[in-house]
């Protein structure tokens, strides 16, 4: 049997154990050191606009402590892309607060700016107005900013912006991870660039950037023993996964490159002229999508189904994904409010991710293109 194609797998560039050894060497074996400082720089550096960076233990760990820090609580409502991740949405119930979902939009596949502003009305007119607005860059690909923002803007409401996914990707130019009054990224095992595990809080300020790690570091006063006038939590980095991270950053915009001609790799060479199967790419040059993964829809005209392609590269030992199952359709969110009219339902049922990983080889691409060639 041939080896398993995964959709998205850890690609180490080389350097990685470097920095590991010298937190050995040097005894900094802990969620402190100058791995956790390092990469807090590369990342600041690799953002620009002055951003402020607190590196956590996961992105969900970093959405958790912005929605704290925005002083969301029992039964506020928190506005948030439908079509996501689970981890976008779970902290809003951490904190005994209530999601409220909103559809996507059928260009980007992210927040559609129409159907927020209909929400953030309709939540004010019953005397609710949201706490804030989580928008997810789906895939790497940047939501419409500039819209959605302006609607946050209008009624003066924070956006917590879920980069997970688009660390690289750029709207208009600005990196994706400096737009949100909280922005943040994750480093899990199949994101752009691994810690293993692990993420970070992206700030505009510094103030809120010690904040963060005030919190994350279990919220200790300043004293000489132990002294807490606030909830804290454990949600610092490691300064060995941090080590990774810095071997990480020195392939970034190389593992970028490799993951964009994947999608070029699909565009043109196993779905170009295939009546029915559109691959997901930017809609205009505002946008640049890192391309996390590549996703295709399969309209019904395709000459094979989602569920046909999907079994042939299972039985070829290729691994894909149908798109994000949106959150309104979830059983743990099944009584939660939902403004949109069924975009993200209509890709939930068409779309497909695919593998997509900065380490796949000419033999990989051959054995993708062989099973669509079949089906065609
Ligand atoms: C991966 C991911 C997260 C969570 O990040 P973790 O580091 O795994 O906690 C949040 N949102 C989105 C959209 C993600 O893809």
């Known amino acids: 049997m041939n080896s398993k194609i995964w959709l998205s797998s850890p690609h180490m560039g080389g350097t990685e154990q470097n920095y590991i050894k010298e937190a050995f060497d040097t005894n900094w074996i802990a969620p402190l050191g100058p791995n956790v400082t390092g990469f807090e720089k590369d990342i600041e550096s690799y953002l620009k606009e002055g951003s402020h960076v607190a590196c956590l233990s996961s992105g969900t760990a970093a959405i958790h402590l912005a929605l704290v820090q925005l002083g969301v609580g029992l039964n506020d409502e928190v506005l948030c892309q439908s079509?996501?991740?689970?981890?976008?949405?779970?902290?809003?119930?951490?904190?005994?607060?209530?999601?409220?979902?909103?559809?996507?939009e059928a260009e980007t596949w992210n927040m559609c700016p129409n159907h927020l502003e209909t929400a953030i009305k309709d939540r004010i007119a019953k005397g609710k107005t949201p706490k804030a607005i989580i928008i997810v860059?789906?895939?790497?690909?940047?939501?419409k900013m500039n819209e959605l923002l302006a609607v946050a803007n209008k009624y003066s409401i924070?956006?917590?912006?879920?980069?997970?996914?688009?660390?690289?990707?750029?709207?208009?130019?600005?990196?994706c991870g400096t737009f949100g009054d909280y922005s943040i990224l994750s480093f899990n095992g199949n994101k752009i660039i691994t810690t293993s595990g692990g993420g970070a809080m992206v700030c505009n300020t510094l103030e809120k950037k010690e904040n963060t790690i005030f919190l994350a570091t279990q919220a200790r006063d300043q004293a000489p023993h132990y002294e807490h006038s606030q909830v804290g939590y454990n949600y610092r980095m490691s300064n060995i996964c941090a080590g990774i991270g810095r071997g990480q950053m020195e392939v970034l915009d190389k593992h970028i490159g490799l993951r964009r001609s994947m999608n070029t790799f699909y565009k043109e060479e196993v779905f170009n002229g295939i009546k029915g199967v559109n691959v997901f790419a930017e809609p205009n040059q505002d946008l640049y999508s890192n391309?996390?993964?590549?996703?295709?829809?399969?309209?019904n005209d395709a000459?094979?189904?989602?569920?046909?392609?999907?079994?042939?590269?299972?039985?070829?030992?290729?691994?894909?994904?149908?798109?994000?199952?949106?959150?309104?359709?979830?059983?743990?969110?099944?009584?939660?409010?939902?403004?949109?009219?069924?975009?993200?339902?209509?890709?939930?049922?068409?779309?497909?991710?695919?593998p997509s990983g900065s380490n796949l080889t000419q033999k990989d691409r051959d054995r993708i293109l062989e099973v669509v060639s079949c089906l065609k």
């Open 83 to 104: 079509m996501t991740f689970s981890a976008s949405a779970n902290p809003i119930k951490y904190q005994g607060a209530i999601p409220v979902f909103i559809d996507s």
């Open 137 to 143: 860059h789906l895939y790497g690909m940047p939501a």
């Open 158 to 175: 924070p956006v917590i912006e879920d980069a997970a996914e688009a660390l690289g990707s750029t709207y208009k130019g600005r990196q």
């Open 291 to 299: 391309h996390w993964l590549s996703c295709i829809t399969i309209e």
């Open 303 to 354: 000459p094979f189904s989602k569920d046909e392609l999907y079994n042939k590269m299972l039985e070829a030992n290729i691994e894909t994904r149908p798109l994000w199952k949106p959150m309104h359709l979830q059983p743990v969110f099944k009584n939660a409010l939902y403004y949109g009219n069924n975009t993200s339902e209509e890709l939930f049922k068409k779309g497909l991710c695919l």
